[in-house]
């Protein structure tokens, strides 16, 4: 049958597997995920009042710190 370039199921590959394109944009995308999350956690750090990124503006007295 190997002549013919069948395999029998079940049967080993004989190349090996290694990383394919889906493993790459896999890769990509949680780079740009980790980015853009830093890219906000520094925006919010900026914008809160205390410099603590998850404490809430007063109602009506929204400012930016300086």
Request: hydrophobic share 40%; charged share 15%; proline share 8%.
């Amino acid at each position: 049958m190997s002549q013919m370039g069948m395999s029998m199921p079940g049967g080993r590959r004989k190349r090996g597997g290694g990383p394919d394109v889906y493993t790459g944009l896999l890769f990509l995308a949680v780079m740009v995920l980790g980015a853009a999350t830093f890219l906000m956690y520094q925006a919010a750090v900026e914008v809160s009042p205390d410099g603590n990124p998850i404490s809430e503006q007063e109602p009506g007295g929204v400012r930016v710190a300086q």
